[in-house]
């Protein structure tokens, strides 16, 4: 405790000399350059980029393609632009892999059931689709990220009698919400999504019994904790917890670092007093195991506390092992949380086989990173508009990084792909 104490007030001080540089700097600008004083006070305190990094866009701003009317309800809106680019969906699109299909990277096995071309694309129907393997690709410098498409329906044979659920997305905005099922039935969540996702994971959480026993949290942003917020603080949903695994700091680092947020932080506390004290376990530390049935979970860090993109580089990264096949969270994890994650672990235990990817998939981890992990299959927690990089002019029209990370997952020849765009999405 006193640790976490010395650890906060050094880097409290820290910023404080930063912002008092800063401060300095400005005045200089707006005494001997008026003009220019705007300019330097956003480039130096980085607004506003932080709403763009969050990969936050009002409704109102985002346009359609057919036409340039402004976009309509969100209910619409996503129903058009979820199915995105570089999907594959039917039979007719792409080529189908069926039986027994090994990697040649990773020497890993996935098995699909093949499908015929009369389907109805509903994601009933279990199969593999090989990223890059329609015949329409584009070839060419600058398009090799087109290689990268995403599999819209299950993944089957991979998970030994459990269950991966990457749910989707019910707002227009970027989420993370994972459901695991052991093979006996028993449920482990990861993070949840936001407020406006709540309902969809109640349904999916009643549907399966509607007890999770083990609920982990990267970190307190609301397209990840806004779920269960409201799910604690409705307690006739229906769903109750077994045990929520979590590593927040003081309310003040948060008051500090992200005072537009910091608010979440203190609610989201406040609504864990409905659980007894001994299923809150808020002082998790690295190299903690967790077993939940046949899952093993291990906590692969402590928050890192930088004064840079703070809270997203806070997530807490965790990894299951579900019968032999290793799945890391990354949560939101920025580029310097990643270096300071390979840093502290060996690459053997950062290699695994599924990997959600860092902050929706832009502007999160870097490339050394991905390489060291060398994952089968990765998670993007990413809508349409996010995934093309599409501020709503078109594909790369936007300031995220999405395309960049698409290239380096080409690069490294991950062959699979699950993304929210193309609704809730399943590996067995």
Not at 68 to 92: Q, R
Not at 114 to 122: D, E, M
Not at 264 to 286: M, R, S, T, W, Y
């Amino acid at each position: 405790m006193h640790r976490k104490k010395d650890e906060y007030l050094e880097e409290k001080m820290k910023r404080w000399v930063l912002l008092t540089k800063k401060a300095c700097v400005m005045a200089v600008c707006a005494a001997l350059l008026p003009g220019a004083y705007e300019t330097a006070r956003q480039s130096l305190l980085g607004w506003p980029r932080q709403a763009v990094q969050e990969g936050m866009i009002p409704d109102g701003l985002i346009v359609k393609k057919q036409g340039l009317e402004t976009a309509m309800d969100v209910g619409a809106m996503s129903s058009g632009w979820n199915s995105g680019v570089g999907t594959v969906g039917s039979s007719s699109a792409a080529a189908v892999t069926s039986g027994s299909n090994t990697d040649t990277q990773t020497g890993n096995t996935v098995n699909a059931a093949a499908q015929s071309s009369n389907s109805s694309g509903n994601g009933s129907s279990p199969r593999v689709i090989r990223s890059g393997s329609r015949s329409d690709v584009k070839e060419g410098p600058g398009k090799e990220w087109d290689a990268v498409m995403t599999v819209a329906t299950p993944i089957t044979g991979y998970l030994g009698g459990s269950k991966l659920t990457l749910l989707a997305n019910q707002t227009n905005t970027q989420m993370l919400s994972v459901l695991v099922e052991t093979n006996n039935g028993r449920m482990i969540m990861i993070d949840g999504g936001t407020e406006g996702d709540s309902g969809h994971l109640v349904e999916s959480l009643l549907a399966r019994g509607g007890h999770v026993d083990a609920w982990l949290i990267t970190h307190p942003h609301s397209d990840h904790v806004g779920a269960l917020k409201d799910i604690l603080t409705h307690p006739e949903y229906g769903v109750t917890i077994g045990n929520i695994y979590y590593s927040f700091q003081y309310q003040g680092w948060y008051q500090d670092n992200e005072a537009y947020r910091a608010d979440l932080v203190g609610e989201l506390v406040n609504a864990f007093q409905i659980l007894p004290p001994q299923a809150l376990h808020g002082d998790i530390v690295k190299g903690q195991e967790i077993q939940v049935d046949n899952v093993k979970i291990t906590v692969m860090n402590q928050p890192y506390l930088f004064s840079t993109n703070s809270i997203n580089n806070s997530s807490v990264a965790y990894m299951l092992d579900i019968n032999g096949k290793k799945a890391l969270f990354l949560g939101d994890m920025g580029e310097e949380a990643g270096k300071q994650l390979i840093a502290d672990n060996s690459p053997e235990n950062l290699k695994c086989d599924i990997v959600q990817m860092a902050h929706h998939g832009q502007d999160g981890v870097g490339f050394e990173v991905y390489k060291i992990l060398s994952p089968q299959i990765c998670l993007w927690g990413a809508p349409g508009w996010l995934w093309n990089n599409d501020s709503g002019s078109g594909v790369d029209s936007g300031n995220w990084k999405t395309i960049e990370t698409r290239k380096w997952m080409a690069q490294l020849g991950v062959p699979y792909h699950l993304c929210i765009k193309d609704g809730d999405q399943v590996i067995q």
